[in-house]
T-cell receptor, first 112, second 114 residues
Framework: AQSVTQLGSHVSVSEGALVLLRCNYS??????LFWYVQYPNQGLQLLLK??????LVKGINGFEAEFKKSETSFHLTKPSAHMSDAAEYFC??????????FGAGTRLFVKA | DGGITQSPKYLFRKEGQNVTLSCEQN?????MYWYRQDPGQGLRLIYY???????QKGDIAEGYSVSREKKESFPLTVTSAQKNPTAFYLC?????????????FGNGTRLTVT
């Protein structure tokens, strides 16, 4: 059965600092992996997705994530945080057969 | 612009009343979903529909019902049997039921039952 673990329910960084949000998954088959972002009182928006091919995936707003099969990880990074990046971020995994499983989310705080 | 419209944004109901949340999409997507979001728990799947007139239970379907009479519409009814209905409800759609198809979300309905 597939599952997703996001390490850290809250992460705080200073503006301009590196953003690193951690995601580990379990899957019995090669997974499809996603990162979504949610701003307060809104729905989720797709940041990026990994299906097959290149393991480093670039997304919107300067975010990227690297698929590491050996570590079953799909961590999200951004070199320099901006105040507008403050939001909640969700990692998700899907397998063939349709169902998408979401992690519990990580709330990112950006300090001026 | 295409998208998913959820209404109303905020909904207040008394305990024991059924309430229906609206979800409409103009993306021409085949698949539609309802998720429930509670703080610290991520998103949990309530129901999903792959095509018109067909829908399947998700992980937490008890106390909820849905219909899919039109491709564009997937309303969710929260019944009085749902023991803890206060939550943020998100409707989503995807192009088709293939696993690498990302989900497109509405802006949610926050339901408060007192």
């Amino acid at each position: 059965a597939q599952s997703v673990t996001q390490l850290g329910s809250h992460v705080s960084v200073s503006e301009g600092a590196l953003v690193l949000l951690r995601c580990n998954y379990s899957s019995s088959v090669p997974p499809y992996l996603f990162w979504y972002v949610q701003y307060p009182n809104q729905g989720l928006q797709l940041l990026l997705k990994y299906t097959t091919g290149a393991t480093l995936v670039k997304g919107i707003n300067g975010f990227e994530a690297e698929f590491k099969k050996s570590e079953t990880s799909f961590h999200l990074t951004k070199p320099s945080a901006h105040m507008s990046d403050a939001a909640e971020y969700f990692c998700a995994v899907a397998e063939e057969g349709f169902k998408t499983i979401f992690g519990a989310g990580t709330r990112l705080f950006v300090k001026a | 612009d295409g998208g998913i419209t959820q209404s109303p944004k905020y909904l207040f109901r008394k305990e024991g009343q059924n309430v229906t949340l609206s979800c409409e999409q103009n993306l021409n997507h085949d698949a539609m979903y309802w998720y429930r979001q509670d703080p610290g728990q991520g998103l949990r799947l309530i129901y999903y529909s792959q095509i018109v007139n067909d829908f399947q239970k998700g992980d937490i379907a008890e106390g909820y019902s849905v219909s899919r009479e039109k491709k564009e519409s997937f309303p969710l009814t929260v019944t009085s049997a749902q023991k803890n209905p206060t939550a943020f409800y998100l409707c989503a759609s995807s192009i088709e039921v293939v696993t690498d198809s990302p989900l497109h979300f509405g802006n949610g309905t926050r339901l408060t039952v007192t």
